[in-house]
T-cell receptor
């Protein structure tokens, strides 16, 4: 597609339930990133994919968080046993080569707003 | 450990005047810096970038200045327009690293 697509755009879930967030990057972009923005905070790095592998998972806050990427394209971020502190906007971004280099940096999707009640 | 800091959560500027957004960083390994702009309910969009080999980069109304010795960068918008009202994030990356580290953002409001 023309841009980075994320679904759902909004998700309300009960505490303790599992959720899956989906990201469809720009076609041909090998690098894919997940960030989250909690209320009043900056963008917090979660995980980076190059192709299907995830060389940097350092930002995942706990073992309840996992992500995968299949076929070098779509990525899914899964949060198990959600907690209220997981409420945030989860943003996905992609770039052609990684590091956001070149003149255009990353291209972000519009995000998934997750609310855990 | 906040490696990229935007100490002003908000800034209000009159239309037509200059907006100056500031960003400080602590990691001397950062060598590439970017500014992103974010409207509500949208993802951040890339605005302008600068490599550490430069101290200034200009694109239309937007200019980014980098002071490596002070570990400080700034974004100048002149003249400011109502459509510039948004949250602005600065970001940085280090050679060999693949991720961008973002600041907390500054909400810019342009008043008519």
């Amino acid at each position: 597609g023309a841009g980075v697509s994320q679904s759902p755009s909004n998700k309300v879930t009960e505490k303790g339930k599992d959720v899956e967030l989906r990201c469809d990057p720009i076609s041909g972009h090998t690098a894919l990133y997940w960030y989250r923005q909690s209320l009043g905070q900056g963008l917090e790095f979660l995980i980076y994919f190059q192709g299907n592998s995830a060389p940097d998972k350092s930002g995942l806050p706990s073992d309840r968080f996992s992500a995968e990427r299949t076929g070098g394209s779509v990525s899914t971020l899964t949060i198990q046993r959600t907690q209220q502190e997981d409420s945030a906007v989860y943003l996905c971004a992609s770039s052609p080569r990684g590091r956001g280099t070149g003149n255009h940096g990353y291209t972000f999707g519009s995000g998934t707003r997750l609310t855990v009640v | 450990d906040q490696q990229v800091k935007q100490n002003s959560p908000s800034l209000s500027v009159q239309e037509g005047r200059i907006s100056i957004l500031n960003c400080d960083y602590t990691n001397s390994m950062f060598d590439y810096f970017l500014w992103y702009k974010k409207y509500p309910a949208e993802g951040p969009t890339f605005l302008i970038s600068i490599s550490s080999i430069k101290d200034k980069n200009e694109d239309g109304r937007f200019t980014v200045f980098l002071n490596k010795s002070a570990k400080h960068l700034s974004l100048h918008i002149v003249p400011s327009q109502p459509g510039d009202s948004a949250v602005y994030f600065c970001a940085a990356s280090a050679q060999g690293a693949q991720k961008l580290v973002f600041g907390q953002g500054t909400r810019l409001t342009i008043n008519p």
